[in-house]
């Protein structure tokens, strides 16, 4: 079977997201206003939303198409982005953070959404939601815009974690695997490991182990491992998953999400340069608006925290209206597809092969005891 993708089949069913308002660097107004987008696109969409009443009432009545369809959960304190997560963890109590993930834990809603600090989202999610069995380090998955066919590929961790063994990773990679079956609807996706290049000798002890691991549960798993990939990968053909440490991943984002941002600002100044670029900007003006919608990092807003017991979904603490909606429409996805079950068995069929890999390869005395 080929990694081909498998047609949407959108859910009549409800579906409820819990969303942390206040979160965001710009202000509870624009996270409302993507909630309006979001739910002029699905109709079965619902939200449960946490932060300040006096604040948050007025603004979603401003949203005619918000009133019946939200339920306000008042929450007088916020998470402030240079809170660090330890104080978060033992005082965020009251927080509408705090708030949005215990929904979630309360199965009052399937997924949740923030655009709050990313270290003490995760150390909350962690504390209040759990680990799932199995699970050693959880991870953060981001999209990563591509030349595959569904125009994206998934990169994991991203900075969860600055370490990551060989058994960290071949949970990575099935809990990409589940990402990417359910975010991307892809049949049997294609896994590559991050490496410093594709030849089996190259790389570091765990990398080669982790090789050796993740090709074993790929039967499993049912997904094609097809080996180390190179940082030129990311955004190419070959993979639809790129497994790598947190440390790792969250520079190549950092630098790749940096690239963007200078490739634009620079087109722009090439442009306006002269009056014949500027004559040449608007005879190409239908070109460049593709290829600025190609490039816009709104529409691939929303790191997944991937390992836990129930899914949660970081947006930018910078998102404009667009950005949230691109983070609750991918929440959306995830949670009318029932993506927390289906990781939670691709983690628990993974460990298992894994673990006999890792047996099979140990001396048979040590089997043995």
Known sequence: MSHEQKSATPTTKKVVISVDAMGSDRGP??????????????????????????????LISSHSILKARCTLSHAPRVVRMDDKPSHVMRHGEG?????????????????????????ALMALSMIRLRKLPNVNRPAIACLWPSRNAGGFNIMLDV???????????????????????????????????????????????????????????????????????????????????????????NIALKTGEGTAKLLSDLMREAFSATLLSKIAALVSMSSLKRLSRTMDPRRVNGGVFLGLNGT??????SADATGVAAAVRLAYQLAASNFTSDLAEQVASATHAGQSSALNEMPQAAVNG
């Open 95 to 119: 927080t509408s953070m705090w708030s949005c993930i215990e929904c979630i834990k309360k199965s009052e809603a399937t997924v949740a959404v923030s655009c709050g600090n990313t270290g």
């Open 159 to 249: 900075g969860a974690d600055i370490k990551a063994d060989a058994a960290d990773l071949l949970q990575y990679a099935t809990m990409g695997v589940a990402y990417a079956r359910n975010g991307l609807r892809l049949k049997k996706p294609r896994v590559g490991l991050l490496n410093v290049g594709t030849e089996e000798h190259k790389g570091r002890v765990e990398l080669k182990l982790a090789h050796e691991l993740i090709a074993a549960a790929s039967a499993a798993g049912n997904y094609d491992f097809i080996g180390f990939v190179e940082g030129g990968d990311i955004p190419g053909t070959v993979c639809d998953v790129i497994v790598t440490d947190g440390f790792t991943g």
């Open 29 to 58: 107004a624009s996270v409302v206003a993507g909630l309006a987008l979001s739910a002029a696109e699905f109709v079965n969409l619902n939200f449960i939303i946490h932060g300040d009443e006096a604040m948050l009432a007025p």
């Open 312 to 317: 949660v979904v970081k947006s930018h603490g």
